[in-house]
């Protein structure tokens, strides 16, 4: 019985710091270690009843082990507050007002577009419809937004020195059209963190380690 209780253990640890390397994407609505709860509590308590060479005991005592070391990470969490964000995280700002954080981005294995993509889910569909925007410990975003917001779908040209061909057509914007806009602004594709353009051509631009700027730039049409 000792064995599986620090085998169990073993595994819960090496799941918990799995979870918190892999960053807020991977860990959705609940804490990571509620997450490794549940993952370990479902597939303990099945391999008993799929098969019986199985003691019951086993599972049993798996998940009451489960159970304790969640009882005792509560306790570190109220006697030792700092215990909480080592294993939760902290909540990380990815948008200021100067525009993204690349680095934070980066610390938490995302990009430009996992960014959209939580920004379209919680209603903000430009970069700079908000104030401030961050990721929870839990891996949800929120977000401090702009008392008003541009009304228009901007789609992803350049995501961290990377260009989307697909959109760039939709635009209508040609590599060369695109490298002549950026050196007229002193950058390059590689230069550039995030950028947007929407069907009236409005672009919000971002350069590497500098604030964002709003922009203009013909498109083939209105979308």
């Known amino acids: 019985m000792t064995l599986i209780f620090i085998r169990t ?16 994407s991977q860990i959705g609505e609940m804490q990571p270690f509620e997450f490794v709860i549940t993952m370990l ?14 003691p019951l005991m086993y599972g049993i005592v798996a998940v009451v082990t489960i159970f304790i070391l ?38 938490n294995n995302l990009d430009v577009s996992d ?11 430009n970069l700079d419809d908000v104030y401030y925007g961050l990721y929870e410990a839990n891996g949800s975003f929120t977000a401090l937004e702009r008392e008003r917001k541009t009304p228009t779908l901007p789609i992803l ?5 990377r260009t989307d061909s697909k959109n760039m057509a939709v635009a209508g914007i040609g ?18 963190l995030v950028m947007t353009v929407d069907g009236n051509g409005r672009v919000y631009l ?10 203009h730039i013909e ?3 209105k979308w």
């Open 157 to 161: 040209i350049i995501d961290n020195g």
């Open 70 to 107: 969640h009882q005792a990470m509560w306790l570190l969490d109220m006697w030792f507050k700092p215990f909480k964000a080592m294993i939760c995280g902290r909540p990380s700002l990815v948008i200021t007002r100067e525009g993204i954080d690349g680095y934070q981005l980066k610390k």
């Open 175 to 192: 590599e060369d059209g695109l490298k002549a806009f950026l050196k007229e602004r002193s950058t390059s594709i590689k230069g550039v």
């Open 41 to 54: 509590i479902a597939e303990l308590a099945c391999i008993p009843m799929a098969d019986s060479s199985i």
């Open 9 to 24: 253990a073993i595994i819960f640890i090496t799941l918990l710091i799995c979870m918190r390397l892999m960053g807020k």
């Open 115 to 125: 960014l959209v993509e939580s920004m379209r889910a919680a209603g903000y569909f």
């Open 219 to 221: 498109v083939k049409e």
């Open 206 to 215: 971002q350069k590497k380690g500098k604030p964002y700027s709003i922009e």
